[in-house]
């Protein structure tokens, strides 16, 4: 879910690699581009219980970028419901593994370290996005009381460069405020088959690279 977006692409691609079998729920297909034919989609959107039903139905792990957009987020408690709806799904369908992208920039817990970079970012988006940061906040609300095994990925600004290739994953501490779209994508995928992260929400960024 969220395939056609800037991560999504980059994630899809990457699960196609691995060899994965995908299925995908998209409001155009057409924004697969060249990915369109490996993979397969169910047409509609996230705010559609059907859909959403039609999507995981025979999957055993789900992931999902899907958020509110940069411009004019609009109605938070939309997304809370698409959450809910999503969580209901999964579990009828008795799937637990299910991996969603959440914001470095809303509070996760007492004891989580603000550096200054982090208030700063924070800051800018409560006056440019913060409908999409309650929309955020009210997505983890439902997932902590599901069920499910969720890891709720908390990456800071997503960018094309600066790869390393490694992450940086704490649940209190956020290294620095950017990370590569592939390092995320890598470290997304990596969670299929992992349980270090499960019914936790780590902050991620990329190692920053030092030159010898």
Known sequence: M??????GKVLLRKA???GYQVKTLV???EKLGELRDSVDIIQGNIFESGKITETVKGTEVVISTIGPPQRNPKDPEKYKRAMENLVIALEKQHIKR???????VHPGGENENWTMGRRILRLFLQVVWKPGLVAKKLEWEVLKV????????????????GSTGKVNADEKN???TK???EDLSNFILAQINSKNWIKKAPLVSSVRFLPQ
Not at 2 to 7: C, N, V
Not at 98 to 104: D, S
Not at 146 to 161: A, C, E, F, M, Y
């Open 2 to 7: 969220g395939s056609t977006g800037f991560l």
């Open 16 to 18: 196609l690699d691995s």
């Open 27 to 29: 409001r155009n297909p």
């Open 98 to 104: 299910f991996i969603h992208i959440g914001g470095a």
């Open 146 to 161: 599901s069920n499910l095994d969720w890891t709720l990925v908390r990456p800071p600004q997503i960018t094309k460069g």
């Open 174 to 176: 956020l290294a620095r």
């Open 179 to 181: 990370i590569n779209v």
